[in-house]
């Protein structure tokens, strides 16, 4: 059982899983995973996280967000977080393409990242990320 932090005053979480979303860390279904692991955690959840455990696609997430939530989350990635998150989707997706990091570079960065890919895990146990070579 964890002590989300998912409110407009205390944002942490939903803004780290949003930014995982975001980087492509994470599926839109893996995303949803997630928001119902909260919704059972907490005793009297946010009613946004309702309707966005309800939307299927990923852009469909991002653009209705603010229509949802009402906010964006004030935590956001420093730059190296943000290429670890970047790293995390290289590892996960062979596909996976970023504009502002190349692949080596994002999993340099993930690979000196512990305590984001133990923060990754533990919001998403259910998202594997390989080991790196």
Do not use: Q
């Amino acid at each position: 059982m964890h002590d989300w932090h998912v409110t407009m005053d205390d944002d942490k979480d939903l803004g780290f899983a949003l930014a995982c979303l975001i980087g492509r860390a994470i599926t839109a279904d893996e995303f949803k995973e997630w928001v119902h692991a909260v919704l059972d955690d907490l005793d009297n959840p946010p009613h946004y996280l309702h309707e966005l455990g309800s939307l299927n696609h990923r852009h469909e997430l991002i653009v209705r967000w603010p229509h949802i939530v009402g906010f964006w989350p004030s935590w956001e990635p420093c730059r190296t977080e943000d290429k670890a998150i970047s790293g995390i989707a290289y590892a996960r997706f062979p596909n996976h393409h970023a504009d502002d990091v190349t692949r080596s570079s994002a999993l340099a960065t993930l690979s000196k990242s512990r305590k984001l890919s133990a923060r990754f895990a533990d919001f998403f146990p259910f998202a594997k990320i390989p080991e790196l070579v």
